[in-house]
Nanobody, 113 residues
Framework: VQLQASGGGLVQAGGSLRLSCAAS????????MAWYRQAPGKQRELVAH???????NYADSVKGRFAISRDNAKNTVYLQMNSLKPEDTAVYYC????????WGQGTLVTVSS
């Protein structure tokens, strides 16, 4: 199983980024997919989640700014991040869960003020 995250980078506050996570080795369509993040010195936290049926939920801190989506034909989950803030700076990890869970390697997002 491999979850390959990409799309991180350096962006100014107010800017946007789109993260992607391509999955292989799993039946992608039956997995719940999520994005987590971990800032320096902090615990990993859930950012956004989408069930296999398309139901979403978001951390309060990102509601209205971030959107999770998935393309089952491409085995890929996305995180569109708009109106980025310096406090969004973190390593972002994708996660796949269905009886078992798997983690991607993380992609760094840095938001400058």
């Amino acid at each position: 199983v491999q979850l390959q995250a990409s799309g991180g980078g350096l962006v100014q506050a107010g800017g946007s980024l789109r993260l992607s996570c391509a999955a292989s080795g799993i039946i992608f369509s039956i997995y719940g997919m999520a994005w987590y993040r971990q800032a320096p010195g902090k615990q990993r936290e859930l950012v956004a989640h989408m069930t296999s049926g398309g139901v979403t939920n978001y951390a309060d801190s990102v509601k209205g700014r971030f959107a999770i989506s998935r393309d089952n034909a491409k085995n890929t989950v996305y995180l569109q991040m708009n109106s980025l803030k310096p406090e969004d700076t973190a390593v972002y990890y994708c996660n796949a869960a269905h009886l078992r869970q798997f983690w991607g390697q993380g992609t760094l997002v840095t938001v400058s003020s």
